[in-house]
Nanobody, 114 residues
Framework: QVQLAESGGGSVQPGGSLRLSCAAR????????MGWFRQAPGAQRELVAT???????NYADSVKGRFTISRDNAKNTVALQMNSLKPEDTAVYYC????????WGQGTQVTVSS
């Protein structure tokens, strides 16, 4: 089971930016497809972005062009750069493998509000 720790969330105004980071404790990180997920209040958790072992990325339509996922295999970290944030991006953000394992980190709260 991969141990995960997210950080970097906060409160920003619409149009602002945040950079999330996730540290993964696993010896086989570089072989894993990693993803960022989010869960808004009252909603199901949804997949936001993925990056595979080769660096290929995919994004949900709702964040395409605004979010960028990246990874550093030497540090076992995956990041999510979020620009042009909207109120509907407000959620708790989690990282995990894709498909996700059973264990989740504590997540990091992102709040976009004026």
């Amino acid at each position: 089971q991969v141990q995960l720790a997210e950080s970097g969330g906060g409160s920003v105004q619409p149009g602002g930016s945040l950079r999330l980071s996730c540290a993964a404790r696993t010896s086989i990180f570089r072989f894993k497809t990693m993803g960022w997920f989010r869960q808004a209040p009252g909603a199901q958790r949804e997949l936001v972005a993925t990056i595979n072992s080769g660096g290929s990325t995919n994004y949900a339509d709702s964040v395409k062009g605004r979010f960028t996922i990246s990874r550093d295999n030497a540090k076992n970290t995956v990041a999510l750069q979020m620009n042009s944030l909207k109120p509907e991006d407000t959620a708790v953000y989690y990282c995990n493998t894709d498909p996700p394992g059973r264990g989740w980190g504590q997540g990091t709260q992102v709040t976009v509000s004026s």
